[in-house]
């Protein structure tokens, strides 16, 4: 079993910047494909960011050029900088690790976007 918790998530003013967490435990022995997923009132999960088992990120559209996803191995631990932070960014975000066999999920941190 994997345990993903994610933090960070809190209101902040359009324009600023956050920076999400990921923290990962349990059955992991081998660096995996991990990524962000977010959910807005209303609307259909939709990826964010991902980051391959190789290190090759992928972006959204919507985030390309204000969004960042790294991760820290040794520490199990994956991060969402997000910056330069619209309303239309407001949701739920969730942390995700892809497995072949199990997909695994965080339980979501809430980012509002609001002045």
């Known amino acids: 079993q994997v345990l993903l918790v994610e933090a960070g998530g809190v209101l902040v003013q359009p324009g600023g910047s956050l920076r999400l967490s990921c923290a990962a435990s349990?059955?992991?022995?081998?660096?995996?494909?991990m990524g962000w997923y977010r959910q807005s009132s209303g609307k259909q999960r939709e990826l964010v960011a991902r980051?391959?088992?190789?290190?090759?990120?992928t972006f959204a559209d919507s985030v390309k050029g204000r969004f960042t996803i790294s991760r820290a191995d040794a520490k199990n631990t994956v991060y969402l900088q997000m910056n330069s932070l619209k309303p239309e960014d407001t949701a739920v975000y969730y942390c995700?690790?892809?497995?072949?066999?199990?997909?695994?999920w965080g339980q979501g941190t809430q980012v509002t976007v609001s002045s």
């Open positions: 349990g059955s992991i022995f081998r660096i995996n494909a």
């Open positions: 995700t690790m892809i497995r072949i066999g199990r997909d695994y």
């Open positions: 980051i391959s088992s190789g290190g090759i990120v």
